[in-house]
């Protein structure tokens, strides 16, 4: 496959751990040049030192998603190093599935995700749309979710965040259509990526199960318990459970590399045997 990676100046939001650390070491792998963004400035330091270890191209820049003048400096950032911004992967989320009953518990939790989740996005977008339209080329990736798809029990907000993320992105497909390319990428459950330590009641996790609910909470033991059996773990298996962090950033590598004039404007990546029912 040819290589439409190589030499695009990508920004990646929450490069500091899981699959956007992963997201950025295999971009600079094809030889992009990499702005790592995230609020934990010592995991950047890590990712880019990294990289640049490779004889590969990064530079970081903490910033955090929920504030706007922030991702401003972030974009500036990448074009004052750069000249240009070609990719922008808004990655950064939390996931904090709990139940209205516990609303009092998770208020503050859900005010973070919301902050992050859907505001975060908005702000990548706005710190990055003047500088694509200019270049009259650019590609926004915006991490979605299969929560997204419909309302739950268990994930209300998170799946509300997601579903906007989903619009969100459709619209700006519409509006700067020939300029801007637009993704969304919906992962299904990922176990490694870090995203359920956000989590606030695990029994909402079962909300996407349906009908699966017993068998998913049994085969979830066995997979913790490393006692799951082995076509369950083998990704040529029909049977695979579930996708790893390195295989969801696989398929986010893929959606950018492509060439300006084709867009895969959606993707769902999930394990064929998984037991999720949305």
């Known amino acids: 496959m040819s290589n439409y990676v190589e030499g695009k100046v990508i920004i990646i939001t929450g490069a500091g751990s899981g699959f956007g650390k992963l997201v950025s070491e295999m971009a600079a792998d094809l030889g992009a040049k990499v702005v790592a963004a995230d609020i934990n400035e010592d995991n950047l330091k ?135 390319k637009v993704t969304t990428v919906k992962p299904t459950g990922v176990p490694g990526t870090g995203l359920g330590n956000s989590i606030i009641n695990g029994q909402a996790i079962l909300g996407l199960t349906g009908h699966n609910a017993g068998t998913y909470a049994e085969n979830m033991g066995k997979f913790v318990s490393r006692k799951m059996p082995a076509e369950y773990l083998d990704s040529d298996s029909v049977k695979y459970w579930a996708i790893s962090p390195e295989e969801l950033a696989q398929n986010i590598i893929f959606v950018i590399n492509q060439p300006w004039g084709v867009n895969i404007s959606d993707i769902t990546v999930r394990a064929t045997g998984e037991q999720y029912t949305f």
């Open 46 to 180: 890590i990712v880019v030192e990294g990289i640049k270890a490779k004889g590969q191209s990064a530079e970081y820049v903490v910033a955090d998603v929920t504030d706007k003048e922030q991702m401003d400096g972030m974009a500036q950032f990448a074009i004052d190093k750069f000249g240009r911004i070609d990719v922008l992967v808004n990655n950064a989320g939390i996931m904090p599935l709990s139940f209205f009953s516990e609303h009092r518990e998770a208020s503050k939790a859900w005010d973070k995700c919301i902050d992050i989740n859907f505001k975060g996005v908005v702000n990548g977008i706005s710190a990055v749309y003047d500088q694509m339209i200019a270049q009259e080329q650019g590609q926004i990736v915006n991490i979605s979710s299969i929560y997204g798809n419909y309302g739950v029990y268990g994930s209300g907000v998170y799946s509300a965040t997601k579903a906007a993320v989903k619009v969100l992105s459709d619209s700006l497909r519409v509006e700067a259509q020939g300029k801007i």
